[in-house]
């Protein structure tokens, strides 16, 4: 895998064009996007369309990921981008490595979105991404390495899309990746063995990856200490309960979990739009001058002597 990278660093550069092996599709190379343990994805242009490519000198991992994005597609998942084709990019007469072209989704990071726009999106995000899995669960599949650097904010609708499934794993089997800090075995509050709850622990793992940029991991007394980092984070405290039921493995689906979040996203919402709405209305709100309330005053003490003037001349009437 080294020594494929630093092929990639003087192969394959911003500018350079490859044309498929088989489909003879030509991509034009416009950036890297990013590098992992199989290959390195770039974005790239054809017939004046943007899309994400994966290159690899792994084939048989490649077949796996291109496999596991035709069964999602089979099965009209939308859990990750779409498959668009599958090649072989001829390198040099005695080597080729094996590529697939996928869309590309222009968006940004969870952590910089949520800097821009406010946790406030926390809750919704939650709801999103638990009808994702839901759908994949339902498929017969584990997302498996869900953590934040597999997720994007999609700019065209605002939606949490999953990037990377290259973890996807088949109900029933080992989970193939996995990122320490968002495995539940590795905390010791379960198995590698792919099912529902396991995703369930790792989408509340990343939540706090969000906040917390040190990511150790307890020897013991897991429990109690995931239950105070969630107390300290005032953005997710309104969801504790569930957020602790995902931990203790107390959930069977994706469904229950997000049964269970709903009404609390939903009251999260409401209180929030409530204290804007009470934050505008006391600044649209003008401010009385001094003037106006010298004259205010004076009204009041007119009408208190006049009221006194009245009392003393009824009285002196029955007198």
């Known amino acids: 895998m080294q020594s494929l990278l630093k092929k990639h660093k003087t192969c394959i550069q911003v500018g350079d064009v490859m044309t498929g092996k088989w489909h003879r599709r030509s991509y034009k190379i416009k950036a890297k996007l990013g590098a992992g343990a199989v290959g390195t994805v770039y974005l790239c242009e054809c ?39 599958a090649d072989d990019w001829v390198f040099s ?34 709801i999103q991404l638990l009808q994702q899995l839901s759908a994949l669960h339902e498929a017969g599949f584990i997302f498996g390495d869900l953590k934040l650097e597999n997720m994007l904010v999609d700019k065209r609708d605002m939606r949490l899309r ?23 075995a590795s905390w010791q509050l379960g198995s590698r063995k792919a099912e529902a709850s396991y995703d369930l622990f790792a989408l509340v793992m990343t939540c706090l990856q969000i906040f917390h940029r040190e990511q150790s991991i307890p020897d013991s007394q897991a429990v109690s200490h995931l239950s105070l980092k969630i107390k300290q984070i005032a953005a997710l405290r309104a969801y504790e309960g569930p957020l602790l039921k995902a931990v203790r493995g107390e959930f069977h689906s994706a469904k229950q979990m997000e049964r269970e979040l709903r009404p609390l996203v939903k009251k999260e919402v409401h209180q929030k739009e409530a204290v804007k709405q009470q934050n505008q209305k006391a600044m649209n709100q003008p401010p009385r001058s001094s003037g ?3 004259h205010r005053n004076c009204w009041r003490e007119s009408a208190m002597i006049t009221f006194v003037s009245c009392l003393f001349y009824l009285c002196s009437l029955f007198v």
């Open 162 to 184: 999953f990037v990377d499934v290259g973890g996807v794993t088949k109900v029933g089997r080992a989970i193939k990746e996995y990122t320490a800090f968002c495995d539940r």
């Open 47 to 85: 017939e004046g369309r943007h899309y994400a490519l994966k290159i690899s000198d792994t084939a048989s991992q490649m077949t796996l990921e291109m496999n596991t994005l035709k069964a999602l597609k089979q099965h009209r998942v939308a859990v990750g981008p779409a498959l668009i084709e």
């Open 292 to 294: 106006q309330q010298k």
């Open 93 to 126: 007469p005695e080597t080729q490595y094996s590529f697939y072209v996928m869309e590309y989704i222009h968006g940004e990071s969870l952590e910089t979105f949520l800097q821009k726009y406010g946790t406030k999106w926390i809750g919704l995000f939650l």
